[in-house]
């Protein structure tokens, strides 16, 4: 039996797992259950994991799993057998998957085990910027409902300055392409045009700041004109060896 505090934060953890892939960090933990301090929050996650609802993973900083749900907890809606949908050429169905071969038009009826194929475009720096994304080196595929519509790129992630964000040196992370940012969303941006970063965006102003999600590094901040948002993060991938 959980309690309600109990219940609302594994609610939380599991649907933000759900729809970006990482867990939520324990300053957005708090603020979502609306705590005075993350102590709080340590006390909650002890207590979901004691109970076996999640297991934090070891040597990995706020890196979370959920194993279960209580009965009364929402569930995740069932994939519906197949959908229409219209697919940009950038996600077309990798042939050979499901029933698509390479004359597959663009409007088809989609099966819930069809995959995608997406371009891994270089690595990221997840740290100090380094050289601009390079060009498609190899493609991975992944289920069309991991990601929905849309154009999608992958990028290999080098560097530590979002592990608290999830995100971790080695780590896949599945990009939409979009020049547009909300507040507070992880994106690849490019400064200068010759510099790729994966950061947290904020507009100041007439400025952008680029903010790490590890107390090592400084916020960064460009004038408006400098960056350009090449896409935001929807999925992250992690291999265990």
Known sequence: MLTRKQHELLTFIHERLQSVGVPPSFDEMKDALDLRSKSGIHRLITALEERGFIRRLPNRARALEV???PDSAPKT???QPE???DLPASVRPAVGAGRYTAETP???VIAANDVVSIPVMGRIAAGVPISAIQQNTH???LPIDMIGLGEHYALEVKGDSMIEAGIFDGD???IQRTDTASAGEIVVALVDDEEATLKRFRR???TIALEAANPAYETRTFGAERVKVQGKLVGLIRRYH
């Open 139 to 141: 493609s991975i595929t």
């Open 172 to 174: 896949t992370v599945v």
């Open 106 to 108: 663009a409007r088809q």
């Open 204 to 206: 100041r102003g007439a």
């Open 77 to 79: 809606p069932k994939a």
């Open 83 to 85: 959908t229409v949908v």
């Open 67 to 69: 194993l279960k749900l």
